[in-house]
């Protein structure tokens, strides 16, 4: 009778664990980054984050004069923006600047002007925690798994290009967008 006991308990701790594993492995998409799981716009349009309740965590180029202008064009859009510099820290500290941004209550992790290759560790946690990454501007070619970041954005002048701030919205709330984005700052 006992070993029919201690059994039935076993099953029923190998059913919990599996069922646990099959809820925490639902949060990360498959094959896709966080925020760019959407090939097309759905049928039935969802009522996305609005703007004030949007927080970006921007981590800022290892120049943070190339920073001010697009955390400005941020901020002057409504958009809730944290800013993290970079200025004068080594390239390492990018992994760590990404995990501390992804203890905080946030939408999305925006990267500056940076080379994010060697910061793929930081990449991961920010995709497992479900929050995605947006990089501006890299100033290396980008050779990181696809998955780690929703959108490339880069900045230019011209009128036709989205503004950051929607552009930003299109990510946060998992529109259909391409890979890589002109965005205009104002």
């Given at each position: 009778m006992a070993s029919f006991i201690r059994t039935r308990r076993v099953l029923a701790a190998i059913a919990c664990a599996t069922a646990l594993v099959s809820l925490t492995a639902g949060c990360v998409p498959k094959g896709v980054a966080v925020g760019d799981t959407q090939a097309t716009e759905p049928a039935i349009q969802h009522d996305g984050v609005d703007v004030s309740d949007a927080v970006v965590i921007y981590i800022g180029a290892s120049d943070s004069s190339a920073d001010r202008p697009i955390v400005d064009a941020l901020q002057a859009a409504g958009l809730n923006t944290a800013?993290?510099?970079m200025q004068g820290v080594?390239?390492?500290s990018g992994n760590r600047a990404i995990i501390d941004a992804t203890n905080r209550n946030l939408s999305a992790v925006m990267i500056g002007p940076n080379d994010v290759n060697q910061w793929a560790e930081g990449l991961k946690v920010a995709r497992e925690a479900?929050?995605?990454?947006?990089?501006?501007?890299?100033?290396a070619p980008v050779t990181l798994d696809e998955t780690l970041?929703?959108?490339i954005f880069t900045v230019t002048d011209d009128a036709s290009a989205s503004t950051i701030l929607d552009a930003s919205i299109q990510v946060i709330?998992?529109?259909a967008h391409p890979k890589t984005m002109p965005v205009r700052l104002g």
């Open positions: 800013y993290m510099s080594d390239a390492a479900g929050y995605p990454v947006i990089l501006v501007d890299p100033t970041y929703a959108a709330d998992d529109h």
